[in-house]
C-alpha cells in the first residue's frame, strides 16, 4: 500500500495492478492461520453437546437432538462423545438429570412428579422407575434420607 501511495504518478493499471497484489497477500495472511486440530474440534463438540444437555435436560430429549446440536450424525457423535467422555450420552444424560433430580429433592418441597417433570420425565411412574434403578432408592426413600433439619418432604 505505501508503494501505491508513493507513486500516485504512475499508471492506474500498474496501481491497481499492486493493490491486487497487496490483496492477495492479505488474503493469504488470512488463510494461512492454522486450522483447528481434530482434537480441538472434538472438544468443541463435546462442549456444545454437553451445553445442549445442560438446557435442555428437563425437555424430552433424544440423543439424536443433542447430535443435531452440534451438526454431527448420530452413531458418530455416540462413538465420539463415549470415547472422550467415558460414557454413552444416554448414561450422561441419565446421571445428570438424576443429579438434578436428587438437588430439587434435597432442595425444595416440590413433589415427586413435579421434580419428575422437571427433569425431563413426563410420567412420574417412569421417574420413579429409573430414580430407583439408578440409586437404589425410590424418590421418597432417598428424600427422607437426606432430609435436612429445616425441610420436610412433601408427597
Known sequence: MQHIVDHRDLSPIYLIGHLYLFL?????????SPKPSASGLRDFY??????FI???YCNDISIEDIADSCGLNRSYFGKLFKKE?????QSFLMTYRMIKATDMLTQT???IAEIGQLVGYENQMHF????KKYYGLSPLQWRNSHKTGTQSARR
Open 109 to 111: 418441597g416440590l413433589s
Open 54 to 56: 445442560e438446557k435442555n
Open 24 to 32: 492477495d497477500a492479505l488474503i493469504c495472511s488470512i488463510t494461512d
Open 85 to 89: 467422555i467415558g460414557q454413552s450420552p
Open 46 to 51: 463435546i462442549r456444545e453437546a454437553i451445553s
Open 128 to 131: 420413579s422407575r429409573a430414580f
